[in-house]
């Protein structure tokens, strides 16, 4: 090859070199070049690096293109993008620079740097025109372009690029920057588009949320197991959508990226995963508890139930998870919240379709009761018609009986013969209706509602029973005989009483009975009670006809079964028989049929009077009663009983008079009521009372059925203090009303002296609120008597310059005084300031005296009584003048000096002429004070004080209590009731007496007697 070829070869490589060289810069131009068309781009792919050095960069570095050789391209690959490609080496420890150009073909120049993760935060940016003018943001001025985006883990900066234009940004960041994959450039309008949209949807997952999490609070919040376990279900019911609620909000604005790479916002998205995670795991233990209810196991731990529900949750909350701990993408963690409230979501509609359930099935059982309630009625239909066949024979019986009495009063002498023997009759008789009357009430419902359980012996109320039916066969040949052992048995008293008797008697009118034999036995848990009669068998019906049901069978059926036991009929070869069986202790719980223990009450039964009347009053008055009830005879019982413990008894058929009296003020202590009144129930005339503040305190005491739970309750609710079922014992009758009328005695007193030490406290502040005014009055008027000597010299400074200027302008006036004016008027003027301040002066000290505290330790000193009257007087100059013309001070002279403290033996006398003086009727009625010596029989001398009044005076009873601590007959006029009581302790203390001699309409006079001290002790101490 010649040297000519071998130069076009050499030629032919460099320009193929320069070609290849170019064209892979202008290709690699090309493809980095971001081109702005008016929608988003990524940028990712498109960036260059610089690793700073110690110097940094130059600002020559910043060219219209970035410079290859400082700048290479970013290797960013995967779903790490350009934030993982920085954390690698060597990139993490050292600030870098980055790099990319971008052409805007779009007609919009607002254009937004968009990065994943609060981290990314530019220290500097440069932003470069193709025509190479530079513009640098750094500091504040970097801030400036920092905008504001709906969600935590989005970045952006302000970037303006002029349309049809190339330029190039350059933005350094720092080491050990954090920071997601994503790395965009956005029209600004489609940015705040996107944010208003993403705000949008957050807010309205956090209000969508919030209601069905309510829903669900408000349909799960269902009756469950009982005791703590229902407390706890309760608990994790309200939990559960308070936890739901609680993640939704704070996760509501994403989160993700910031926190698990930067940090930012940790706290919070710690908070939004803990709040979900304890949502699940209160969602799975009610689920459990819900899925085992339903399965009726209500004890021990199903593993296999337990399992399926926690494996379900565990594969949501692993999908939560996934989710939550996300760094693909900022928007990824709001599939958490999104997660957790499409959840809710679906228990509450599950919480709505089971309370949908179970709404039907209690009306389909409401169906079922109503269906048993018409057999009920049906049975109640006949019941009645056995209880009117069944009082007919006791009835015909008393008309005959009142007809015999009927016949005494005419004087006819078979009624006279017959009578004794009709009165026991009629007992019986009446009897047998108290009974029928109780069935026809324990199957009406209207019986006893709770056993009330005490323990006693079976084979005495077999006795009783049998004694008192031996009344009701009197004239029979029918004879009752009890072979019982001695059983001790627990049960209702009164149910077993009348399950007896209801067995004998019907053995009893047995026709052809002459002989019953009780006779009982027992076990360690039940009893078993036989009535055996002789007579005929009963009449069996017609299959065809319509039998009448027999209403004792029904009623004892009815009573053993709450008893919770059986009765049977049958009949043996002696004759009839019914079976009695119950347990030796009544069920705890027997078809809803609660337990009460209770004691014996003793019931006494006194004779009645036939009429209200006026009876002798008890010589002492224990309390008024009112008594209001629409039975005469039982108001007639309840007044004399009450009466015969010295109660003044109040009685009345109408429930309107008797409110009318409460509320009228008249002074009752207690009101009994019937609950059962026909203008105006008991319940109601308590609501009534109630209302009324006039006698809101009043102790009222309702009568209610016995048994009756609703009537009871509503009693208490209108205001009833208590209620003592029908028919009411006596002496708890006695033992109720006494102790309301205590309580309320004793809270009233209470109130009463809480109220009076208020008015004390009142009057002791008072006293410490007028040493400090005294305090604060001397003090300007000490400044007032500094200065008035101070005028009176500088006014004898000034009388001859007065002279000399009257003699020279012959005559002159001041303000209207002339020259003998001002010698005249101005000494006289300051005389009187300065003496008025003197006055002031001492009236402020002795209101300080007056008021210091008395309970500070003083030494006796001998005091001069005189002086104390005296000072007393000045104290009450005011009220002295304002209430008499005619006030009257005595003072002997020569009185001994006697031991005391001089303020608190004026305290005496200031309280006792006090009352003196407010006893005044007016002006024209005077009050004396006087001093003088008295010695009695053994020589001892003692200085006397007297004051004494015209006033109105006090009854014997006012006077006896006078000296009582709060006692006062002024309280509407301020009155204390402390001035004599204290008065009366201090005269004590100086071992001295003080006495009140007083009639009504005759004036008050007091007299204070004080030991006096040995003459020979000298003068007043000090």
């Given amino acids: 090859m010649n040297r000519s070829s071998r130069t076009g070869f050499r030629s032919a490589a460099v320009l193929l070199g320069a070609v290849a060289l170019f064209g892979t810069a202008i290709l690699a131009g090309a493809d980095e070049l971001v081109v702005l068309d008016g929608g988003t781009v990524h940028i990712e792919q498109h960036l260059r690096v610089h690793l700073e050095g110690p110097r940094g960069l130059s600002l020559a570095a910043f060219t219209p293109e970035p410079d290859t050789r400082r700048f290479s391209r970013l290797p960013v690959a995967g779903m790490g ?17 980055l790099s990319f150009s971008a052409f805007n073909a779009s007609r919009t120049g607002q254009w937004a740097l968009v990065a994943d993760g609060a981290g990314f935060r530019p220290s500097a940016l440069v932003l470069v025109s193709e025509d190479g003018s530079t513009q640098h943001f750094s500091g504040e001025s970097l801030d400036s372009l920092r905008m504001h985006t709906g969600s935590s883990d989005v970045t952006a900066y302000a970037l303006r690029y002029k ?4 330029h190039t940004v350059y933005f350094r960041l720092d080491g050990n920057r954090s920071f997601g994959p994503g790395l965009s450039l956005w029209p600004v309008d489609a940015l705040r588009s996107r944010d208003t949209v993403v705000n949008g949807l957050s807010g309205a997952l956090a209000g969508f949320t919030i209601a069905v999490c309510l829903v669900y609070a408000l ?3 269902k009756p469950g197991l009982a005791g703590s376990a229902a407390a706890m279900l309760t608990g994790l019911r309200f939990a559960y959508p308070s936890l739901v609620v609680c993640a939704v909000l704070a996760g509501r604005n994403g989160g993700t990226i910031s926190a698990l790479l930067g940090g930012t916002g940790l706290l919070r998205y710690a908070a939004t995963i803990v709040s979900a995670v304890a949502a699940l795991v209160a969602e799975s233990c009610i689920a459990y508890t819900d899925a085992r209810s339903n399965t009726g196991k209500a004890q021990g731990l199903d593993r296999k139930l337990l399992a399926r529900i926690v494996l379900s949750r565990l594969v949501l909350a692993v999908l939560f998870g996934a989710a939550a701990f996300s760094t693909r993408s900022p928007f990824d963690s709001y599939l958490l919240p999104v997660g957790l409230c499409m959840f809710v979501s679906g228990s509450t509609v599950e919480a709505l379709i089971t309370q949908a359930r179970r709404a039907a099935s209690l009306l389909a059982e409401a169906e079922r009761h109503a269906a048993r309630l018409d057999v009920e009625a049906k049975g109640g239909r006949d019941f009645m018609t056995a209880t009117a066949a069944a009082l007919r024979g006791p009835l015909h019986g008393l008309i005959g009986i009142l007809e015999n009495l009927d016949t005494m009063e005419s004087g006819q002498s078979m009624a006279v013969r017959t009578t004794s023997s009709d009165l026991p009759l009629a007992r019986a008789e009446a009897a047998r209706l108290d009974n029928l009357v109780s069935n026809i009430l324990s199957y009406a419902g209207l019986g006893p509602s709770r056993l009330a359980t005490e323990e006693f012996d079976l084979a005495s109320v077999a006795r009783s029973v049998a004694a008192l039916l031996r009344v009701a066969l009197a004239g029979r040949k029918a004879v009752i005989e009890v072979q019982a052992p001695i059983i001790e048995i627990r049960s209702d008293l009164s149910l077993v ?12 009118r047995t026709t052809g009975t002459s002989s019953i034999r009780v006779s009982a036995s027992s076990t360690e848990t039940m009893v078993m009670v036989v009535v055996e009669d002789d007579g005929e068998a009963p009449h069996e019906n017609d299959p065809a006809d319509s039998p009448v049901p027999d209403m004792e069978l029904v009623v004892m059926g009815r009573l053993t079964k709450l008893l919770g036991g059986t009765f049977a009929t049958g009949r043996s070869e002696r004759g009839n028989l019914h079976v009695l069986e119950f347990p030796r202790s009544a069920p705890v719980e027997e078809d ?12 006494c039964a006194g004779p009645v009077d036939a009429e209200f009347g006026a009876t002798r009053l008890p010589a002492r008055v224990a309390g008024r009663v009112l008594v209001a009830g629409n039975e005469p005879v039982a108001l007639i019982a309840t007044k004399h009983r009450l009466e015969s413990s010295s109660w003044l008894v109040d009685v009345t058929v109408s429930s309107r008079d008797a409110l009318g009296r409460v509320l009228g003020g008249e002074p009752y202590d207690i009101v009994i009521i019937d609950s059962a009144m026909p203008e105006m129930s008991g319940i109601e005339f308590c609501e009534a009372v109630r209302a009324s503040h006039v006698s809101e305190s009043v102790p009222i005491i309702v009568l209610t059925e016995a048994g009756r739970a609703e009537q009871i309750e509503l009693a208490f609710k209108s205001g009833a203090n208590d209620y003592i079922p029908r028919p009411a014992s006596g002496i708890e009758l ?13 809270v009233k007193r209470e109130l009463s002296q809480a109220a009076r030490m208020a008015e004390f406290d009142k009057y002791r502040t008072l006293a410490m609120l007028s040493a400090g005014v005294a305090h604060e009055i001397n003090t300007p008027n000490n400044a007032m008597l500094r200065n008035v000597p101070i005028l009176k010299e500088i006014w004898a400074t000034l009388e001859a310059v007065i002279d000399r200027i009257h003699r020279e302008e012959a005559g002159f006036s001041v303000r209207g005084f002339g020259y003998e004016d001002l010698k005249r008027e101005i000494p006289d003027m300051l005389n009187d300031l300065y003496m008025g ?6 009236i402020v000290e002795g209101l300080k005296d007056y008021a210091r505290a008395t309970t500070t330790a003083v030494v006796p000193e001998r005091v001069d009584v005189n002086e104390c009257l005296r000072y007393a007087a000045r104290l009450l100059r005011h009220s002295i003048a304002v209430a008499t013309d005619r006030f009257e001070m005595v003072l002997a002279d020569g009185l001994p000096l006697v031991r005391a403290d001089r303020l608190k033996l004026t305290q005496v006398v200031v309280n006792v002429l006090e009352n003196a003086i407010q006893a005044l009727p007016d002006r024209h009625h005077g009050v004396r ?7 009695d029989v053994d020589g001892v001398e003692s200085v006397v004080i007297r004051v004494a009044d015209d006033g109105i005076g006090m009854t014997q009873e006012t006077l006896a209590l006078v000296f009582e601590p709060f006692f006062t007959t002024k309280r509407d006029r301020g009155g204390s009731g402390l001035g004599l009581a204290v008065a009366s302790g201090i005269v004590r203390e100086l071992g001295g007496t003080i006495q009140l001699q007083s009639e009504q309409g005759g004036g008050t006079q007091a007299l204070i007697h004080i030991p006096a001290g040995s003459r020979s002790e000298g003068g007043i101490d000090g």
């Fill in 81 to 97: 993008g350009f934030g993982a490609a920085l954390r690698k080496e060597p990139f993490p420890a050292a600030a870098v620079w």
């Fill in 163 to 166: 349309s049809g234009q190339q």
């Fill in 219 to 221: 349909v799960a919040a």
């Fill in 497 to 508: 009483h009348r399950v007896l008797y209801t067995a004998m008697n019907r053995a009893a």
């Fill in 592 to 603: 809803g049929l609660a337990v009460e223990t209770r004691t014996s009450v003793p019931v």
């Fill in 734 to 746: 006695e033992a109720r009303v006494k102790t309301h009328v205590d309580l309320a005695s004793s």
């Fill in 837 to 842: 301040a003197q006055d002031i002066k001492k």
């Fill in 929 to 935: 004070m006087a001093t003088s010596i008295d010695v």
